[in-house]
């Protein structure tokens, strides 16, 4: 290699790196949109909880053949991609198959990543024909038309090129060849070309070479677009998860503190409003910036694996709801509101908003809170917080609840019980 491709490798590495820092800011500045939560406790138990769902993935083999076929892709991407450091080192400096004198230590990783590729390879090829040929169909809900499901194609595609180019390029480095060492797939492939000119095949090489690198470079950077920035953001979504018990409801604050002083005997109810009292927060959520950081996180991080809908009730029993529906549309609204801070210098009303916009009332009083959305989840998002967030705005702020809630509501209100009848009468069933 010659002085030209070390300046033309090292102005591509800056310009595909330089973009994906550039990208990543601004998920990082979307996510900063939201409203700010501790999530700082529990330190041990955050790390154990990233350490076996994230890396061990231990919620994706409670489905055993799409859990085992994820992992050998998942294991396939981070440690072949270990082998970019050498192509790294060799297109900045010129050298070739720069680890090879490590001898037998490089002969088991190149190795081990010739197994590897091929495994993905068949995993991906399966992937394919479980979302076209079989169609599966939680991967066919209304919200996988159009752009979701070629994004989902495009990944299988760009993996099944890059493991390719991965092979194709060992089988034609003649080089490596009489190593004899590390070649166990690529072996079988390079006696396709025993008859080709060594110039035929040192070309080939050196395109897989090229190809190789731009392709993994343009799939880094094809990750902020895509529902994969969950291979970068399952950790930290993991570890920033819930932990407090499913179904636990969190309470405003201002909220209990007006109930403290009703039921405070010493508190004057004729007492004026202090001046300098910090006026209530806004109920709920009708917009991105009034989720949690963590919330939002969950959008960026949301798989669209469809786990969440295909155990969701409401949706099984025909209703408009789909959880992961919820966590696209709260991620396409992000979006919108990140380019327009990008567009403004600073996000100008569009007279839009999460609420009614992207999601329905319909959507969300389908939900019956079971919390199925947040079990199911392989990489621990919470849909369900979203819904009742948006929901309690719905009800605090704009008195939109449903007649059979108000009239619940109102039936506690007066008799101290959901239902219709006095309070002397709550306990009369006991008697029939």
């Known amino acids: 290699m010659n002085y030209i ?59 055993p053949i799409a859990g085992i076929l994820h992992i050998i892709v998942y294991a396939g991407f981070i440690i072949i991609n270990i082998e970019v450091l050498e192509i790294i080192i060799d297109g900045l400096f010129g050298t070739h198959r720069v680890f090879s004198a490590l001898g037998g230590f490089y002969s088991f990783l190149i190795g081990s990543f010739e197994i590897l590729a091929l495994l993905v390879l068949v995993s991906v090829i399966i992937f394919w024909i479980r979302r076209m040929v079989l169609q599966i169909p939680r991967f066919w809900n209304k919200e996988m038309k159009g752009w979701p499901k070629n994004d989902a ?36 492939i390079a006696s396709l070309f025993q008859e080709s000119s ?38 930290p979504n993991t570890y920033f998860a819930n932990l407090k018990p499913k179904g636990q409801f969190t309470n405003l604050e201002a909220v209990t503190n007006e109930v403290k002083l009703m039921m405070d005997p010493s508190a004057d109810p004729y007492a004026a409003p202090d001046e ?21 996180m969950n959008a960026y991080t949301c798989t669209e694996c469809g786990r969440c809908t ?21 991620r396409d609204r992000l979006e919108e ?18 609420l009614n916009d992207y999601i329905t009332a319909e959507e969300l009083w389908a ?24 929901r309690r705005y719905l009800v605090m702020e704009q008195s939109a609840a449903p007649q059979q809630l108000n009239g619940m509501m109102t039936n506690i209100e007066n008799n101290g019980a959901p239902w219709q009848y006095n309070q002397m009468d709550r306990l009369n069933w006991k008697d029939e």
């Not at 760009?158 to 190593?179: C, G, I, K, R, Y």
């Not at 300098?276 to 939002?296: C, I, R, T, Y």
């Not at 801070?341 to 569009?350: A, E, L, Q, S």
């Not at 919390?371 to 392989?378: F, G, Q, T, Y």
């Open 198 to 235: 060594i110039t035929l095949v040192n070309s080939i090489e050196r395109t897989a070479w090229w190809l190789h690198i731009v392709g993994i470079l343009v799939f880094l950077n094809y990750l902020y677009y895509s529902k994969h920035l969950h291979i970068l953001l399952a950790f």
């Open 310 to 330: 295909a155990v969701c009730p409401a949706n099984i029993t025909g209703k408009e709801l789909s959880p992961r529906a919820i966590m696209m549309k709260t």
């Open 5 to 63: 491709d070390n300046i033309a490798f090292a102005i591509l590495l800056i310009i595909g790196i330089g973009f994906f820092v550039k990208n990543s800011k601004k998920i990082v500045r979307n996510i900063k949109l939201g409203k700010d939560i501790d999530r700082s406790d529990l330190s041990k138990e955050r790390y154990k909880n990233m350490l076996k769902i994230a890396f061990g993935q231990s919620k994706m083999v409670k489905r």
């Open 276 to 296: 300098n009292a910090v006026p209530p927060e806004k109920f709920g959520a009708s917009d991105v910036a009034d989720l949690s950081w963590v919330q939002l």
């Open 337 to 354: 509101v990140g380019a327009n801070i990008d567009k403004n210098g600073k996000f100008v009303d569009d007279g839009k908003q999460l």
């Open 367 to 390: 939900c019956t809170t079971c919390n199925a959305c947040v079990e199911a989840c392989p990489v621990n998002i919470d849909p369900l917080s979203i819904i009742t967030d948006l």
């Open 153 to 188: 194609l495009n990944i299988l595609y760009f993996e099944m090129v890059l493991m390719t180019l991965f092979l194709l390029m060992n089988a034609t480095d003649n080089h490596f060849q009489n190593l004899n060492v590390g070649n166990p797939i690529s072996q079988y």
